[in-house]
Structures are given as structure tokens and as C-alpha cells.
């Protein structure tokens, strides 16, 4: 059996899966990131690490692995091999492929990481079986990544597929993009967790103060939610707001691509119809093709953690090895 390894770099930990050729992993490990920290140090740490797996799972890296697959936050030229801007790292114009391959004895492949996790779920998850997929992560902010026809959509620049930076509101809330109104600023899950946190400071009296132990800090995206199941008006309002925020970016992806499946991640997914049910009625009365017996299906995301795992190491199948 052939074996491959995938490495989700992320800005708190650095997690790497070896997968065989099931796109099953076998084995996985991780380690925090550290920043801030010289790039060197983060390659040698990778580098380490992808040893380290394969130690654990029994293999050679020398004889045993076909390639590395790196998914990394930022601006990514797949074909070039080169990070031209992570700003959670503060890495400008990273030779994050050569440097690696100087330091293992294989090929590597490295994609953004939004796009190597929607692969992820394309090979091995909700979107198998599709022709065209998005893949869209509610979390910090809001990642995004594309398939048509079986490949990564990047743009001709590999700054494509940045959904949560396109404005649902007008000289909205500021961005860190440097726009107004970017659909992340109202329907990641840090922005309901922010959303959550003023509603409680404007009603001392809330129940949500018991749900968090009167720690604002405790608060997430989770708090109005569980308002909600326990029949609080103002935790039921943050809730429908926050779905409408989420229907109104997906029916603009549909507009535009109509692919065949959306699969939603992030940790507020795991709320499952609770967040689906009533996205998905909104979406079926707004979006264009609502007449059309052919319809995008919305689905929770199956991989969770390990989809930027399994999608980084199937990344040298999107270039041909």
C-alpha cells in the first residue's frame, strides 16, 4: 500500500496525518505552531513531524510515501510553490515547496488551506461524488474553497475563492480585508460570538450570563444556540439573525456557481438542522433557480478536523503524480 501525508498548518497548531491510498489516515499528530516565529523553524518543525508520523504508523518516508500535501493559510501559488502572503504569520513570498522538499525526500505539494480542506471533502467527504462543490467554513473568519469538475478553483492569481470577503452590507461592519460589510463579518461564528457578547452586555440581567458563568470570555458562537433551546427570546433573536446572515451569503455562492452541493463546516455546524433546516428554507425561496427540479443541496461537512488533513495529501492527484 502507498501512503501520502497531508500537513494542515494553522496559525494555533500544526496537525499531519499520514493517509494511505484509501484516504483513510493512519496515523496523525500535532503540535503548536508558536508564532510568532521565523519560517525556517515552522519548516523544520513540519519537516519533524512528517518523520515523526511516519514512525508511528510503520512506514518509510524514504521508501513508503509518494508526497506531502501542505495546506497553509494565505495567498498560495499552487503551481509555484511559493506562500506570496500569509498575514496570520506575517510570511511574505515563501518558498514553502523548495524549502520543504530541501528538507524531505519527497515530492511536495502546497494549496491555501480553505481549498485543501473543501478537496478534503470532495475525495473523501460530503462532496464525493460531485462535480462542482463549495465548501464553506464557518469559523474565525470564513473559508471557502471550490471544485469544478474535480479541480481546486483558485483564480488565474491564487487569490480566488475568498467568499467571506464579498459585502452583504453596505458600508457594513470593517473588515481586516479592508472593506464593509464582508459576509464574514456577520456569519462567521466569532462574529455571532461577538453579536452574543453585546446582546449580554446590553441585558445584565440575560440568562446567557449563567450559561458562561458571567465570563464573557467563555462566550461562542454555542451561547445562542443553547439560549435558544432554553426558550430565550433574545438568544432565539441573535440565532435568527445569524441564519439569515448565512442564507444570504449561500444564495449569493449559488447565484454565481450553482454547484451541485455546499457543504457548511466549522464548529457551528455541529449544530446540524438546527443551523441547516431553517438556512435551507430561506435559501429555497430566494435563489434564482428555486423553479429549476435541479437544486443545490446544503449539508453539514463530514470531515471536521481532518478534512485539510486528507485534502493536503491528495493534492499531488491535482497535479498529475
Avoid at 478553483?153 to 460589510?181: K, L, Q, W, Y
Avoid at 443541496?297 to 478534512?307: F, G, S, Y
Amino acid at each position: 500500500m502507498s501512503y501520502t501525508i497531508g500537513v494542515d498548518l494553522g496559525g494555533t497548531n500544526i496537525a499531519v496525518g499520514l493517509v494511505n491510498d484509501k484516504n483513510e489516515i493512519t496515523a496523525q499528530m500535532s503540535r503548536k505552531t508558536n508564532l510568532p516565529r521565523p519560517a525556517v523553524e515552522i519548516e523544520q518543525e513540519i519537516a519533524r513531524l512528517c518523520r515523526e508520523v511516519c514512525e508511528k504508523g510503520g512506514v518509510s518516508i524514504e521508501n513508503d510515501v509518494r508526497w506531502v500535501g501542505i495546506g497553509t493559510p494565505g495567498s498560495v501559488n499552487a503551481e509555484t510553490g511559493i506562500v506570496e502572503f500569509n498575514a496570520n504569520f506575517g510570511y511574505r513570498d515563501w518558498a514553502l515547496k523548495a524549502n520543504m522538499e530541501a528538507a524531505l525526500p519527497c515530492p511536495v505539494y502546497i494549496e491555501n488551506d480553505a481549498n485543501a480542506a473543501a478537496y478534503g471533502e470532495y475525495i473523501a467527504g460530503a462532496a464525493r461524488g460531485s462535480k462542482c462543490a463549495v465548501v464553506i467554513t464557518l469559523g474565525t473568519g470564513i473559508g471557502s474553497g471550490i471544485i469544478i469538475d474535480g479541480k481546486i478553483f483558485s483564480g488565474f492569481n491564487s487569490a480566488g475563492a475568498e467568499i467571506g470577503h464579498t459585502v452583504i452590507e453596505i458600508d457594513g461592519r470593517p473588515c481586516m480585508c479592508g472593506r464593509r460589510g464582508c459576509w464574514e463579518k456577520y456569519a462567521s461564528a466569532r462574529s455571532l460570538a461577538d453579536d452574543t457578547r453585546e446582546a449580554m452586555q446590553a441585558h445584565p440581567l440575560n440568562m446567557m450570563w449563567g450559561l458562561v458563568d458571567n465570563d464573557l470570555t467563555k462566550v461562542s458562537a454555542k451561547t445562542a444556540f443553547d439560549a435558544m433551546r432554553a426558550g430565550d427570546e433574545i438568544g432565539t433573536h441573535l440565532v435568527e439573525n445569524y441564519v439569515y446572515y448565512v442564507a444570504c451569503g449561500l444564495i449569493n455562492v449559488i447565484n454565481i456557481f450553482q454547484p451541485e452541493i455546499i457543504c457548511i463546516g466549522g464548529g457551528v455546524s455541529r449544530e446540524g438542522e438546527v443551523l441547516l433546516a431553517p438556512v435551507k428554507r430561506l435559501v429555497d425561496a430566494e435563489e434564482y433557480a428555486r423553479a429549476s427540479d435541479k437544486r443545490t443541496k446544503i449539508v453539514a461537512a463530514q470531515l471536521r478536523n481532518d478534512a485539510g488533513i486528507i485534502g493536503a495529501a491528495g493534492l499531488g492527484a491535482q497535479c498529475g503524480a
